[in-house]
């Protein structure tokens, strides 16, 4: 799949990458940017609201950092990390933790750092984020899309989302025993995205940590603040569970200089120790679910899932990109359900993270 980039020996890595799934919504997006009140943008799901004062506060107060920080991060930005994971996870002691820039390097690198490669298979969702993918492909490793463990089959390493995304769907506590009883059986990394985990609305989430009984064996979990607390433009972001997984994390991380920016660790710590603002956000997300879900009810869509997290995963029965076209007809860009795997290709993903006027605005041309 791959070509030469030029001299011998060399390979353009992307040839055997996807398109870029937001580049592949640029028409749509000038479509929907043409319309006179101008375009509402409901497709990335990145954060608008401003970021918490207690936030760029200890950002700002940690801005002297001419030394460099620990990939480990701070003593004490570790024990809030910890101390965080204990508390919404419900963790018992025992667990590893260690800083990320932002949950998506993490994803994207998480099989090669683990030693995954080529003979491997990594399973993932039947749809989901598609970086998981990007992650697999670019450790030379051999995708496997899957709901419930699949039988007959030694996995190296197993994605599970819950809350999922795009669809928002909550998995069980069941489901979620039997993923990791089937990891341990199959000598499988178990890794766990709970980057929604926080912002529950008809179905609550838990951390798969709350159910290894205190043996973290075999199990990461994922976790970000770019939704929690506004931070995607930080990159702020961690993973706790098996500490000699961690460990080892830690180690080629080091090698490879994956460091987590000193003022931002700082940050970090002010957003975790905080948990005011979440609630504030939450509260905002909740009431533009409420209007979002109705207007799109009231055009004729249907909505599934969408029990957690950040999005409404709606369908009208038709294909996703005849869905998008109509919709930035009306200055309304979602994102497409196919780029998240072939079983999204009749929906649509439509993020809450618009200011509310441009919510309103949604509302209005929906209806």
């Not at 009140?37 to 940690?62: C, M, Q, Y």
């Amino acid at each position: 799949m791959s070509t030469p980039v030029s001299g011998p020996g060399r390979r353009r890595v992307s040839a055997g990458l996807p398109d870029f799934p937001w580049d592949l919504l640029e028409p749509s997006k000038r479509r929907a940017a043409a319309h006179p009140d101008g375009i509402v943008d409901l497709s990335i799901g990145t954060p608008v609201d401003p970021v918490p004062a207690v936030v760029r506060k200890a950002l700002a107060e940690a801005s002297d950092a001419p030394g460099y920080p620990l990939t480990a991060g701070t003593v004490e930005l570790r024990q809030e990390i910890t101390a965080w994971t204990a508390r919404s996870c419900r963790a018992a002691p025992g667990f590893g933790v260690l800083p990320t820039i932002g949950s998506k390097e993490l994803v994207a690198w998480l099989p090669t750092l683990l030693g995954v490669g080529a003979g491997d298979t990594v399973v993932i969702p039947e749809v989901c984020y598609p970086t998981y993918e990007v992650g697999v492909q670019l450790a030379g490793a051999r995708v496997l899309r899957a709901d419930v463990p699949p039988e007959g089959e030694r996995p190296a390493l197993i994605w599970i989302n819950s809350p999922g995304n795009p669809h928002g769907r909550v998995a069980s506590e069941a489901e979620l025993r039997a993923w990791i009883a089937y990891a341990r059986s199959t000598g499988a990394v178990l890794v766990s995205d709970e980057c929604y985990l926080t912002l529950p609305w008809t179905a609550q989430p838990v951390s798969v940590l709350s159910l290894c009984d205190g043996d973290y064996t075999g199990v990461l979990a994922v976790h970000s603040l770019s939704k929690r607390s506004n931070l995607a433009g930080y990159r702020a972001g961690f993973v706790a569970g098996d500490a000699e997984l961690v460990g080892e994390l830690l180690a080629v991380r080091k090698h490879a200089g994956m460091i987590m920016p000193a003022p931002v660790q700082a940050a970090m710590i002010a957003a975790l120790a905080d948990e005011s603002h979440v609630d504030e956000q939450r509260a905002r997300y909740a009431a533009r679910r409420e209007l979002l879900r109705d207007a799109l009810l009231g055009a004729g869509f249907a909505i599934e899932h969408s029990e957690a997290g950040l999005y409404l995963w709606a369908t009208r029965g038709e294909d996703c990109w005849t869905t998008v076209d109509a919709l930035a007809e009306l200055g309304v860009l979602v994102a497409p359900g196919a780029i998240y795997g072939p079983g999204g290709a009749k929906h649509v993903r439509v993020a809450l993270t618009a200011t509310d006027e441009r919510v309103r605005a949604a509302v209005q041309r929906l209806s």
